[in-house]
């Protein structure tokens, strides 16, 4: 501005304008603090993100390790060995990856902001080595609806990390998929704590979960479903379990999940699946099972399920599944098979077999040990019966004597002689 130098309040006003800027610019102030002056640069800043006044308003500022995007509404914090969640998340953030990063433990109200992150609706949490994941952890996030869980060793994950950190109020929770695969808690941590039932306690609590549409629990090493753990997910479309240790699938685990969809079961250790279950997966009236790479054991227990598979639609690549046990029927296409191919009497099952081995084997060393006993103590036992022998003839002599002394002449006389 030349020769407006004289004019001395239109100076001030520039200088203050230029360093308001550059505060704006060092992203050093919040929008509030400053003075509500006439100014257009300022005006917008109080609303979240209109972005029509042409100028980089000021919606929000990127924590300093982050990208962000306003024009995606996206925010990465990847791979950056984050030790907590940034404290100053632009409130335009829909999808938020957090990943790569040492979290290691996620307090209760983790993303709580004022005011809040209301349109977060995708998390991505994944690889962050959380250990813990505090109840409550993800209130005051109203428009979450994909969260990322997956690789991380959790061994602590309250109950209440969904619902609330006030277990007295039940908070349900907006959470429309949630994605927990290869939580790996180290082993010493698994052998005091049950994984099948840490993760069945979270889905559980407080119904929070009602609105859950896809779950994800693959490669966790479930070994079973806890009972009644999907009970409370009425609207499940997706549930999948692959490449877990699930050896068999409880009856009523799928009762009422009648909208679901899709069921991935593959690179289990399923053996064979009952009635029960059969009738309880055919009774639901949308869904695809993905059975492949289970070691089906091809014995009499699988003519009902040969059989229903026979008749389902509902098994995708039902031609796949193949016998794994016992070996004669290796490989054998579980559709092809003929109740007459399932039986169980000529060859025992391995683990029968194996029992009757063990079982001989107790029972030698049994023997032997006794053996061994008899033995060590055979200078022992033969005294002992010498004693016997000893003892009887004793009293066998004692017998004679009396029956004797009656009888031997000589007796009877010394007897009377010593009675002179
Ligand atoms: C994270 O930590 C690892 C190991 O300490 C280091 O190699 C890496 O450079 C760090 N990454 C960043 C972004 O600081
Ligand atoms: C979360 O991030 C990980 C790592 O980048 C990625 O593999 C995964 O697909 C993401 N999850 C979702 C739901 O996009
Ligand atoms: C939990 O909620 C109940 C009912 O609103 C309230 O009385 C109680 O103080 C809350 N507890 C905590 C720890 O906030
Ligand atoms: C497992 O439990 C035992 C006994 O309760 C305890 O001494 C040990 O520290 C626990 N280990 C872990 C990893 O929590
Ligand atoms: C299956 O899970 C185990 C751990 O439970 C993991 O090491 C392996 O890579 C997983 N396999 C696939 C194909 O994801
Ligand atoms: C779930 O199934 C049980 C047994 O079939 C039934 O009694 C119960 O009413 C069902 N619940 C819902 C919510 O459909
Ligand atoms: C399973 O169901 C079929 C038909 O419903 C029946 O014929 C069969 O006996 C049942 N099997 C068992 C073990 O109950
Ligand atoms: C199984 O039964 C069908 C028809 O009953 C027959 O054609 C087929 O040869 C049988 N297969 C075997 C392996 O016995």
Redesign the pocket.
């Known amino acids: 501005m030349p020769g407006g130098c004289s004019r001395g309040p239109a100076a001030g006003d520039g200088r203050l304008r230029l360093a308001r800027l550059a505060l704006v610019l060092l992203g050093w102030v919040s929008s509030t603090s400053l003075p509500s002056s006439a100014s257009s640069s300022t005006s917008s800043a109080s609303l979240p993100a209109p972005a029509a006044s042409g100028q980089p308003a000021l919606p929000g500022r990127c924590p300093p390790p982050c990208e962000c995007s306003e024009a995606a509404r996206t925010v990465k914090c990847v791979n950056r060995n984050l030790t907590e969640v940034p404290a100053d998340l632009p409130p335009y953030v829909r999808t938020l990856f957090l990943t790569g990063n040492q979290l290691a433990v996620l307090p209760a109200g983790a993303f709580a902001r004022r005011p809040p992150l209301a349109d977060l609706a995708a998390l991505n949490l994944s690889g962050n080595r959380l250990r813990e994941v505090g109840a409550g952890a993800f209130e005051h996030l109203p428009g979450l609806r994909q969260l990322d869980l997956s690789h991380n060793p959790l061994?602590d994950l309250s109950p209440f990390a969904f619902s609330g950190s006030n277990a007295s109020v039940a908070a349900p929770s907006p959470v429309a998929e949630l994605i927990l695969n290869r939580l790996e808690p180290?082993a010493?941590?698994r052998?005091?704590?049950s994984m099948e039932r840490m993760v069945a306690a979270a889905l559980r609590a407080g119904h929070a979960l009602r609105g859950l549409r896809r779950l994800e629990l693959a490669s966790n090493q479930l070994l079973y479903l806890p009972r009644d753990v999907l009970a409370q997910l009425p609207g499940l479309r997706h549930l999948d379990l692959r490449n877990n240790s699930l050896v068999s699938l409880t009856h009523g685990s799928f009762r009422n999940l009648t909208h679901l969809e899709s069921l991935h079961l593959e690179d289990n250790a399923l053996k064979v699946l009952r009635n029960g279950t059969l009738a309880e997966l055919q009774s639901l009236p949308h869904v695809r099972v993905f059975l492949d790479d289970n070691p089906w054991v091809c014995d009499c227990h699988m003519v009902d399920m040969v059989a229903w598979l026979k008749e389902t639609e509902i098994v995708q690549g039902k031609g796949r599944l193949t016998c794994a046990f016992p070996e004669k029927m290796r490989h054998r296409v579980l559709l092809e098979l003929n109740s007459s191919d399932l039986d169980c009497d000529p060859i025992l099952p391995p683990s029968l077999q194996t029992s009757y081995v063990f079982l001989g084997i107790v029972l030698a060393l049994i023997g032997a040990i006794f053996l061994l006993v008899l033995y060590l103590n055979r200078k022992g036992i033969k005294k002992w019966m010498h004693n016997i022998r000893d003892a009887c003839r004793d009293h066998m002599e004692g017998y004679h004597y009396r029956y004797e002394i009656n009888a031997d002449p000589r007796l009877t006389n010394l007897s009377s002689n010593s009675d002179v």
Do not use: D
């Open positions: 061994a180290p010493s941590v052998q005091n704590r």
